[in-house]
């Protein structure tokens, strides 16, 4: 039985993905647009349409925020605070290492410099 494996198209997965997400987006901005000149014509101002579509996403956005990503912010805040800590801990260790040998290495020239 033969596999007929295919190398991953890397190159043409990403121009596929960008193209989605760039209609995603253009979709996205046509439908705000449409929601905005609707409202338009219900309120009679442009301004006040764009300013009440305006104010419901931001009204959205901060409830998505709130209800979804402020928990998993803050677990990866405290992890990355975590890294940091581990980081300056290494460092600590390296430059106390660091200072013995340097102790140690002078030591030897003093001694050897008086054998001498």
């Known amino acids: ?53 305006g104010g419901v996403f931001a009204l959205l956005a901060a409830g998505i925020y709130l209800f979804s990503l402020k928990d998993p912010l803050e677990q990866i805040r405290t992890r990355i605070e975590t890294v940091y800590d581990v980081a300056r801990l290494l460092k600590q260790g390296y430059d106390w290492v660091r200072e013995k040998l340097d102790f140690f290495v002078r030591l030897k020239n003093e001694l050897w410099r008086n054998t001498e």
């Open 1 to 53: 039985m033969a596999t007929h494996n295919k190398p991953a198209a890397n190159g043409r997965l990403f121009v596929a993905a960008l193209a989605c997400c760039t209609s995603a987006g253009i979709a996205i901005v046509l439908l705000v647009a449409a929601l905005v000149i609707g409202l338009s014509e219900l309120l009679g101002s442009f301004t006040w349409s764009a300013l009440l579509a």
